[in-house]
């Protein structure tokens, strides 16, 4: 799922070309890391994207397959800005995992597991703190 910026309330909304870049971070983020293609959201503006994964074995997971995710996820949004000058400004990066909840089959809510948030640094690479 992809939400330029005119849904999600950022610059870039009547740039269609904003939405192809988010277009190929999907494509990217869902060949790196193996998720379907409905498991994975990405929203953005220009110097801001987020990645949502909907997954219960994910959220339930222990911290290093969460970070291991997370890596891989900015793994192929670097990747992506290296072939797309539309990505070049993106400064944030949040990969945040989501645990669906259903109910005989049926998906029922849904709630934010993990948060995690990564920033570009001076070396143009993005990077964690972690406190």
Not at 29 to 38: E, F, K, L, N, Q
Not at 105 to 130: A, I, W, Y
């Amino acid at each position: 799922m992809l939400c330029a910026a005119a849904a999600c309330g950022g610059p870039g909304a009547s740039d269609p070309g904003w939405t192809a870049a988010l277009d190929q971070l999907h494509g990217a983020i869902v060949s790196s890391t193996g998720y379907p293609a409905g498991s994975v959201e990405v929203t953005g503006s220009m110097d801001r994207v987020k990645v949502m994964i909907s997954d219960r074995e994910l959220a339930r997971a222990d911290r290093d397959v969460r970070e291991r995710l997370a890596n891989a996820v900015v793994n192929a949004v670097e990747e992506s800005m290296t072939t797309n000058a539309r990505l070049t400004n993106l400064d944030e990066i949040l990969v945040v995992m989501v645990h669906p909840e259903e109910w005989h089959g049926v998906l029922g809510s849904t709630h934010t597991e993990d948060v995690m948030e990564f920033r570009k640094g001076p070396n143009q690479r993005f990077f964690r703190e972690v406190l």
